[in-house]
Each structure stands twice: as C-alpha cells, then as structure tokens.
C-alpha cells in the first residue's frame, strides 16, 4: 500500500509541475540605452515608458533604462546592440543613419521648413522608413518628432552671407551636416560636444546649430545670442530594439506594448513642442535675440542650398528619398 501511495504521489507531482512552470512566467529584461538626462522630457517619457510595459505584461517584460549616455555615443551604442549587450536604445537622426540612411534625408538643410510640412512627410515616408529598420536587425518601435535644429551666433545672422563670415562648429559624431555646410561654404570647425562652449567662449567658433532645448540646456546662447528664426532641419529620435530582443517577449504581449509605446510618443512630442517654445521665450528673456528673416531673406537660403545640392545627393543624403520628399512637398505647398 506505501508504495502505491508513493507512486500515486509521484504521478500527480509530474502531473502538476507544467501547470506550476505555466503559472510563473519567464521576465524578459531589456536594457535601454539613452542619450538623454533623466530629468528632460525624453528621459521622464522612457521612465514612464519602462513603468507601462511592466503595467501591461502583468511584469512579464521590464524595461532596465541606462539614461545619460553612460552606454556611450550612438555608434558605441548601435555596437551594444549588435553584440546583444542592450536590447534596445534611443537615437537621433544620425544614429538611425547608420541603420537606414534614408531617414537622414529628413535633416537635408531647408528641405523641411515647418512643422505642416514635416507632418506631411512623415504621413507619407513613416512606415516606408519604419519597413527600412525593420528589414535589418532591429525593430522600430516608434519614431519621434523632436523639434528643430536652429543656429545660434555671436553676430546677427540673416542671410548665408552673414554666416559664411563665422565660424561654426560641428560635432565629429554628425559629420554628414557638417559635410552639408561646407558644400554650401561655410567654414565648419569640428569641435566635440563638450567642448562647444569652451570653443565658443574662447573664439574658436563663432556659431553653432542645435535644438533650442539643448542650446537652453548647455549654456551656449550666454554667447551666442543671436538665434536665426529660420528651420535648419527637424530634429528626430527613434526608440529601437534589435530584432532578438523583439522576438524575446511573448507574442501576446507585443501589440500592446507597441500600443503605449506610440501613445506615450506622442505625448512626448506634444511636450517637446510647448517645451521648444517655452524655451525660446525664457531665453530672449535672458538676452537671446531671434533674428526675424523675411520671406526674401528666406529664398536667399533656399537658392543657396540648391546650388550645392547635387554634390550631396547620392553622397550624404539619399537621392531617392530626396527626390520622394521634395515631390511630396511640392505638391503640399502648391494647394
């Protein structure tokens, strides 16, 4: 009778233990890597992003976010990626360059002049360029509108005349813009990120192009105080994940979490659009001033872009994703 006992316990253990293994799910850890401080509207969105898909996967799928580039630069990063060291990563325009370089095109200088047209664009290119990325081995999560690129000065700038006279920096890790303007021959100094504002403190440069946030955030317009009120380009993110990392969480799981993903998105980009403005306004109170260029002035910059343009399509931008976004824009401004 013990050993019937025995034997009935030991069925019913092997019967249970699938049921048991079913009921505790396995976590999948996806370390994120961003560029981005904590405390800025991108990195308070990636937290709230990490604190939803632990929401929505019951904590099945947790987010482990490294913030303030302390994985490195964007091509470090994109190696972690590679190599499966992180999971998933924020990029710029330029770090996504070097997964699908159509997207560059979008930070073609004066191609894109407002937020309608970006709007327009993306409306037609999103998912093409989405497609592009996930082609490869990575899967896109979501891409970001995150405001404009602008120029700020020591001098007043109003037309490319104005510009070519100063010197601008450009960082080494984005030397397709770099390479942009000095088509259109201006003199570009290659000067590292954390040394910007040495470099304009000291001479080195006299200008620089950056987002209004990021300008605001480093100090640079206690120097250079004028601000050109012309767009250079919309500055963009994506939220990336390589494609092992994508194929890791539950299946049941994925279409929710590219749900919040893309909600919190865009929530993000609403921020970023008041914080932009917010930003502007607070530094022309403390001394920037925004050089109003007049629609003259602004054909001025258009023409002189044009003349340089076939030395870049083909090299650094795209030739046929340009061709795509200038016939879309051509068609939006002719309405």
């Known amino acids: 009778m013990k050993k019937i006992v025995i034997a009935a316990a030991a069925v019913f ?11 505790a799910p396995r976590q999948v850890v996806i370390k994120l890597a961003s560029m981005v401080p904590e405390n800025t509207d991108w990195g308070l969105a990636i937290n709230k992003l ?47 360059n070097k997964i699908a370089p159509e997207i560059l095109t979008l930070s073609c200088p004066f191609l894109i002049r407002n937020d309608a047209e970006l709007d327009e664009v993306l409306r037609n290119v999103k998912d093409e360029f989405e497609a592009k990325i ?24 109003f037309v490319p005349a104005d510009l070519k006279r100063q010197k601008v920096g450009s960082i080494p890790s984005e030397p397709e813009l770099a390479q942009a303007f000095r088509a259109m021959g201006y003199q570009v ?3 590292e990120q954390n040394r910007l504002l040495i470099a304009l403190n000291g001479g080195a440069i006299d200008a ?5 946030i990021f300008t605001a955030g480093a100090q640079y317009f206690g120097v250079a105080k004028n601000m050109a009120s012309i767009n250079i380009a919309p500055f963009m993110g994506g939220i990336i994940l390589n494609k092992q990392a994508w194929e ?19 929530e993000l980009e609403s ?19 925004e050089n109003q260029i007049s629609p ?3 054909e001025e910059w258009y023409n002189d872009t044009a003349r340089a343009l076939p030395s870049l399509l083909g090299s650094t931008f795209d030739r046929a994703m340009y061709n795509k976004i200038d016939g879309i824009l051509r068609n939006f401004r002719s309405r």
């Open 248 to 266: 890791s969480i539950p299946v049941q799981h994925r279409s929710e979490l590219i749900r919040v993903t893309r909600r919190i998105a865009l």
């Open 134 to 157: 996930n082609a490869k081995n990575y899967y896109s999560l979501a891409l970001v509108k995150g405001g404009w690129v602008k120029l700020f000065s020591r001098n007043p700038i």
């Open 208 to 212: 620089v192009y950056q987002s209004p």
């Open 189 to 191: 100094v290659a000067v």
């Open 271 to 289: 921020s970023l659009l008041k914080l932009e403005v917010e930003t502007v306004r607070q530094m022309k109170n403390n001394g920037l001033r």
């Open 296 to 298: 003259q002035q602004l």
């Open 50 to 96: 990490a604190a939803e898909w632990s929401r929505v996967t019951n904590g099945e799928v947790r987010l482990q976010v490294y913030a303030n580039g302390t994985q490195g630069t964007e091509d470090e990063v994109l190696r972690k990626l590679n190599m499966n060291t992180i999971q998933a990563a924020i990029f710029t325009s330029f770090g996504l």
């Open 13 to 23: 253990l092997l019967a249970i233990m699938p049921a048991y293994s079913q009921r």
